[in-house]
């Protein structure tokens, strides 16, 4: 038993080593990539997304009529119908058409030479190959629609993930500050930033906070901000209904982030971001932050939208179910193969 | 005949909702059912309650008493809460359930005590791996893994209306837990006082987190832990539920406090959740996840807790309480603490997060002066809002049959609370001991407007009835049986310090008589303790002995006597689980009780001492001093009732005849008092 055991635990072992092994791999590639990605995309993003949340504006203003689920059913049937159309164009039909040939043929091939094991083995062969060309074939038209569709989602994202605050609703704003500039010349916000951080509990008589939120109507803060962390957060409640631009004075700068205060849905943009490509890419209804601030971001802990269909989370399954499903059933009408 | 285009779908159809209607009535009557609603108040006290009424302060219970809906109501012996809700569950006596003290001794053991209604069977199985225990239970290892089970015996009596089809909803019933299983389905219950916290403890354990405590340090209740500030940022450690499979592998959940450089705010992060709180005030519900850790080639496994938060503190010293790690009714996992199991699911969607351990007002962390007397109020108040939250789910969600709601408030306040009296509080001025009072009176004039919610609701079509199990006395004197039974040469040797812990030990082998629990007093009986030195034969005699001493004690702080009455088991209980019963039970009189170091056998110098503790006010003394009440909206006929005349008095609305267990009769129906509980 003492042989199993020991065998059991340096397998475990040697899984959580490899495990390990492959995360830091991928992760090195990624920072890599983002390396590369970040200088390009960022300000790419920064001139997109507004375009995109004006586009988004218009489009939910004329489906403001309908419910919540419907406009959500056909916005889902449209990229559908968009995929399709955009797919048929973008990839090259005749070669996926051959290799959904193959894969056929060569499925047929195995199911009528059970017996024979030098064409199962061939047929094997061909299948996969077949399958890896397909797949190439795919990858293209994925790519060419990745970055539409995720500036589309992202748009939907603002509508469906969060709802706005409601009048009394108590939540968090948390503000994330750049570490790496805690010793930067950069004037007395820097310094301010240091002391939320450094500063012992004595003497306090004279101690600043570096950050100060200015009040508006649409907000009543209960406590904070806490420094710590690296990052302030404020206790609130909501204040009376409307769409506000909440005033942050970080030293000589003012920062400012949007609140909605409110019933119903309504364009929410929970974060807003500084110029990191990928963060700008899940909350592009705010321009990102200025440089050299100290602030990387602002977060604003709105509730998930509650319902199983097009609330939080349930959204982005209700989408890809019904576009897929769109796509599958209309692929004969615009004669697209994949 | 032509038939009309798809009339077969329609027969088929028409089949198949009459077939489903027969299945669905299979052992449940679909018949409407007599409405009984019972509310019971844990420690209402009939003096206050009448002298409340006659000066027209509680309008509700008041309406009753004049239309004859009204009693004194006879209480177990002993009387505490375990024992007299296991007498308002089964019908009978102690003899018939077997919990006749909060604490039980294990004779086999010598006198290694335990909690009376529930037991967690530790199991030796399992495949031993990595410094781990893991039980096979599955063919062919069939391994025990531990778990828990109600000990206290008897069947419940809405056992009775579940067979017959009668719906049962039971919210927090003491000494029911684990809750037993339906057989019929009929049955949702919502176990109370015994279900443990994730630690397993009885009361729960809190953890309290101060700059000024120096290493862990566990308490009666709870734990105390350091809390060091680096520039405003320190990290603490959570306890939560012990890995029985890797004893060795504690489950800790690491937190971080900020506190702000001047004001009195602070903010907690913990498993990716901030909460933000300002001095004295509490967070809402918390869910915790405790990673228990496998043999590593195992996945580890998970159980959700939830706490809450208590900023006590935060300049110039800062103090954080966090409440016992409950069970999460919205995730309980292999917790059974309701009946069915999803029962407690059911709740927590409707309701969120609440408290699932049995005691929930912490009482020890106001004993333990971690809590102030106005913490304790707000967080008993916390309670209760949660209960009447719970109250209202339960009648929103009430169609007809049995329904039954225990308050716990009435008791857990009272004993911190509670002081009727001039004489000098043990830890109050008389000022708070009076303002403090007040919030009893208070608490019981809530409780009448719940009442009169229940009646108007459901005046006109339920029979209501409001119930306790006892009342309340001050709690001024302690007295330490087993020192009591030292100085008298029953204890040996002279000097021994304890039963259990602290040396010098008892000698067993020249002890002939022990105390332990709040009321009980054992014959260290050869035979059956396994030290035992004391034949059967001596028994009698030597019992008569003791309790003739005791009776004609009197306090030399005030020549009063002590002990009003000393019952023997034999003499007041009947049933099959006599022999588990203590051999004597001491009922003291009001102001006088068994001392705090009698109850785990602790032996202190003086036999009659100053109760020191927040803890002002108790019930475990003579039944005949301390009786509880009941109340309904039909006239209460019984001569002398007691507790365990309600089961029968229940079953009795619904046309079930009571088990032969049951001893006592209907409320509502001119009869002799019962037999027990009438010393």
Redesign the interface.
């Known amino acids: 038993m003492d042989t199993v ?1 020991s065998l ?2 340096h ?3 040697a899984l ?1 080593w490899l495990w390990d092994a492959i995360g830091s791999l991928l992760g090195r590639l990624w920072s890599a990539l983002d390396a590369i990605l970040d200088p390009i995309l960022s300000p790419v993003l920064a001139v997109l997304n507004p375009a995109c949340t004006v586009v988004g504006d218009v489009v939910y203003a004329v489906l403001s009529p309908v419910p919540v689920w419907f406009g959500l059913t056909v916005l889902s049937l449209l990229a559908g119908v968009v995929m399709l159309v955009a797919f048929r164009y973008v990839s090259n039909q005749e070669a996926i058409g051959r290799a959904k040939d193959d894969i056929k043929a060569n499925l047929l091939t195995l199911k009528l030479y059970k017996d024979d094991l030098r064409v199962m083995f061939h047929a094997q062969g061909r299948l996969l190959w077949a399958i890896l060309r397909l797949q190439r074939y795919m990858l293209t038209p994925v790519l060419v629609m990745l970055l539409p569709m995720l500036l589309g989602l992202a748009q939907m994202g603002t509508r469906y993930q969060w709802r706005p605050l409601h009048s009394g609703e108590r939540t ?1 704003i ?1 503000m994330k500050l750049d570490e790496s500039l805690e010793f930067a010349e950069n004037g007395r916000f820097a310094a301010d930033m240091r002391y939320a ?5 004595t003497p ?1 008589a004279d ?1 600043k906070p570096g950050v100060t939120l200015e009040g508006c109507a649409g907000l009543i803060v ?3 901000p ?4 690296g990052e302030m ?3 609130v409640r909501g204040g009376e209904p409307g769409r506000y631009q909440l005033r942050f004075h970080a030293g000589d700068d003012v920062i400012e982030k949007e609140l909605v205060v409110g019933e119903g849905l309504r364009r929410v943009s929970a974060t807003r971001v500084g110029s990191d490509w990928t963060t700008q890419l899940l909350h592009p209804a705010e321009r990102r932050l200025p440089d050299r601030t100290g602030v990387e971001s602002i977060e604003i802990v709105y509730p998930g939208v509650d319902s199983r269909v097009y609330g939080a989370n349930w959204w982005v399954l209700s989408f890809f179910v019904i576009s897929m499903a769109a796509a599958l059933i209309l692929k004969p009408v615009f004669r697209v193969r994949f | 005949m032509k038939h009309l285009p798809g009339s077969k779908h329609v027969l088929c159809l028409i089949a198949a909702v009459a077939l489903g209607a027969v299945l669905s009535s299979c052992g449940k009557d679909s018949g409407d059912h007599l409405d009984v609603i019972a509310l019971g108040f844990d420690g209402v006290d009939p003096r206050l309650c009448e002298r409340l009424m006659d000066a027209g302060e509680l309008p509700n219970l008041n309406k009753m008493r004049i239309s004859g809906g009204y009693s004194v109501l006879g209480t177990s012996t002993p009387p505490q809460s375990p024992v007299a809700w296991s007498n308002f569950i089964t019908g009978g006596d102690p003899g018939g359930h077997g919990v006749y003290d909060f604490i039980h001794r294990d004779p086999s053991r010598q006198c290694m005590p335990y909690y009376s209604a529930a037991r967690t069977i530790d199991s030796d199985e399992g495949w031993e ?2 410094g781990c225990r893991i039980p096979l239970t599955f063919w062919p290892f069939n391994h025990v893994a531990p778990h828990t089970i109600l000990s206290r015996g008897g069947t419940p009596f809405w056992d009775y209306l579940d067979e017959v089809g009668v719906p049962v909803w039971v919210y927090d019933i003491p000494a029911h837990y684990p809750p037993s299983i339906s057989r019929r389905g009929n049955v949702r219950c919502l176990a109370g006082m015994g279900a443990p916290d994730l630690m397993g403890g009885l009361g729960g354990t809190y953890q309290f987190f101060s700059e000024d405590v120096f290493g862990v340090r566990k308490e009666a209740g709870g734990m105390r832990r350091p809390l060091e ?1 680096s ?3 320190a990290t603490g450690t959570l306890s939560g539920p012990a890995n029985t499979y890797c004893p060795d592998r504690e489950a800790l959940i690491e937190f ?1 406090v ?5 004001e009195p ?3 907690i ?1 913990i498993q990716g959740q ?1 909460i ?3 001095e004295g005030e509490w967070s809402s519900w918390t869910k915790l996840d405790f990673e228990l850790e496998m ?3 195992m996945p580890n496994s998970h159980v959700s807790g939830i706490c809450r938060f208590y900023l006590q503190q935060v ?1 110039p010293t800062t103090r954080l309480y966090v409440t016992p790690i409950n069970i999460d009714p919205s995730d309980p996992g292999g917790q059974k603490i309701t009946e069915p199991p999803e029962f407690i699911t059911n709740l927590a969607d409707s309701l969120g997060l609440f408290y699932t351990t049995g005691f929930q007002e912490d009482h020890k962390a106001l004993s333990n002066r971690v809590f102030t007397d106005e913490d304790y109020r707000e967080q008993a108040d916390q309670v209760l809002q949660e209960r009447l939250r719970l109250l209202d789910y339960a009648l929103d969600h009430y169609e007809d049959g049995f329904l039954f709601f225990y308050f716990s408030s009435t008791d857990l306040q009272a004993h911190m609370f509670w002081w009727d009296s001039d004489e000098k509080h043990p830890v109050r001025s008389p000022e708070d001991a009076r303002k403090y009072n007040q919030v009893i009176i208070d608490l019981y004039k809530r409780m009448d407007g719940v009442v009169g919610d229940v009646v108007d609701r459901y005046g006109d079509e339920a029979v209501i009835l409001v119930l306790s199990d006892h009342g309340f006395s001050n709690f001024r004197w302690q007295f330490n049986v087993n020192t009591w039974l030292r100085d008298n040469g029953y204890l040996q040797p002279p000097n021994c310090r304890s039963l259990l812990s602290s040396r010098p030990l008892v000698d067993w082998s020249r002890t002939r008589a022990y105390g332990l629990g709040l009321n009980g007093l054992y014959v260290n009986l050869h035979g059956r303790e396994r030290e035992g030195i004391v034949y059967p034969g001596e028994r009698d005699a030597l019992l008569d002995e003791i309790s003739e001493k005791l009776l004609a004690l009197r306090d030399p702080g005030n020549g009063r006597p002590v002990i009003a009455k000393v019952y023997r088991a034999e003499e007041v209980y009947s049933g099959e689980y006599v022999e588990k019963a203590p051999d004597l039970l001491i009922g003291y009189y009001r102001d006088y009780r068994a001392s705090w170091a009698t109850t785990l056998g602790d032996i202190t110098d003086e036999v009659i001492s100053d109760n020191d503790s927040a803890w002002s006010a108790d019930h475990c003394i003579a039944t005949f001093e301390v009786p509880g009440v009941i109340f309904s909206n039909r006239p209460v006929v019984r001569v002398d009732p007691s507790l365990v005349d309600l089961a029968p008095t229940i079953l009795g609305l619904y046309g079930v005849p009571p088990s032969e267990t049951m001893t006592g009769g209907s409320l509502f129906v001119p009869g002799a008092p019962s037999a027990v509980s009438r010393p």
């Open positions: 055991n059991l635990i397998g475990a072992n959580l968090l948390r951080e450094d500063t012992t509990y306090v101690a209960e406590v904070g806490i420094p710590g962390g957060v404020w206790r | 791996v990595d500030f520039r405003h940022a971080t900020y506190r702000h450089p001047k705010a602070a903010r992060e901030t933000v709180l300002a043999p590593q080639f300049h």
